[in-house]
């Protein structure tokens, strides 16, 4: 995080909280999923409180601070319990007499920024796929790549999965020197394979960035985040697909429970989708063979009818 917010240990946690200010403080763990989804939203506020006197912005690492985190502070606190966006806990601090407002302009960002506290934490986490690109404030390329890369995190915000982030140079050269990175922008790829990083190389437009990343982490988006035509489909499953529908009788049921045993080593979305293979595998079962048919021309129907409605 940035400067900006205050980063509160054993030491100076009661010399900073609770004396002639308010205090908001965040307690989280380097490795708590929701927390490093918060990181930009509490950066961005505690930049638009850095000039307030009468309020400090903090940070407790839990991991590290424990007896800290377990006593809450010297003063009784006020839980936090509204949206994660900077808008809102901004809203929440002022309420303390303070009237500060987001900067205009100022939009929510889907990029995690990483640095020297959080980087391993995020970047090694081994179900994650994790796109790193390493920037300056002053690379007149990475200014350049910056609404890019803020759009590719966009499409992928709703994967679970993979994680956009970024880091400063400047401020993280260990980091940097660590993985070789020498111009700027570097993107390297953290996939859950590949905690060694992998250097992209290729063009560095929205439509190329996509492609990568749906080619390395298994993904189906398009450029507007939606999900194209592959979404859904699991190539592994394919083979045991063409024998049940080829199976009778017994025999099908036998293949059916291949098919669970092949699911049941799925992880992460390609889990959830091998449970709909199982779903549909089942429904065959129970409603005969000629349910797949069936059902398509039903969902056909339901398409045509939302279609001649929007006309």
Not at 47 to 56: D, N, P, Q
Not at 111 to 125: G, K, M, P, S, T
Not at 190 to 207: M, Q
Request: charged share 30%; glycine share 8%.
């Amino acid at each position: 995080m940035a400067a900006d917010v205050i980063v509160l240990t054993e030491e100076n946690f009661h010399k900073e909280v609770g004396q002639d200010k308010g205090a908001l403080v965040e307690f989280y763990a380097p490795w708590c999923g929701h927390c490093k989804k918060l990181a930009p939203e509490y950066e961005k506020l505690g930049e638009s409180f850095k000039k307030a006197k009468s309020v400090l912005i903090g940070k407790v690492d839990c991991d590290e601070h424990k007896s800290v985190c377990s006593k809450y502070g010297s003063l009784e606190p006020k839980k936090y319990e509204g949206p994660r966006t900077a808008e809102a806990l901004t809203e929440f601090v002022n309420r303390g007499g303070t009237n500060v407002k987001i900067p205009s302009g100022s939009v929510a960002s889907n990029v995690v920024v990483l640095n020297a506290d959080n980087f391993d934490a995020v970047v090694l986490d081994k179900t994650k796929d994790v796109l790193v690109e390493f920037y300056a404030p002053w690379c007149g390329h990475c200014k350049s790549l910056a609404p890019t890369y803020e759009k590719v995190a966009t499409v992928f915000k709703m994967e679970e999965d993979i994680i956009i982030a970024d880091l400063d140079v400047d401020k993280n050269r260990g980091i940097s020197e660590k993985y070789e990175v020498c111009g700027l922008p570097t993107l390297k790829l953290f996939s859950k394979g590949n905690k060694a990083g992998e250097d992209y190389n290729g063009d560095r437009d929205l439509d190329d960035l996509v492609n990568f990343i749906n080619e390395k982490c298994g993904t189906n988006r398009d450029a507007k985040g939606q999900l194209n035509s592959k979404s859904g489909i699991l190539s592994s499953l394919d083979a045991s697909v063409q024998e049940f529908l080829a199976a009778r009788g017994d025999e099908k049921k036998i293949v059916f429970s291949k098919i669970e045993e092949e699911v049941q080593k799925l992880k992460g979305s390609t889990s959830r989708y091998g449970k709909i293979y199982l779903k549909a595998a089942k429904s065959c079962l129970e409603k005969g063979a000629d349910y797949p048919k069936k059902e398509v021309e039903r969902l056909q129907r339901i398409l045509d009818q939302v279609h001649s409605s929007s006309i």
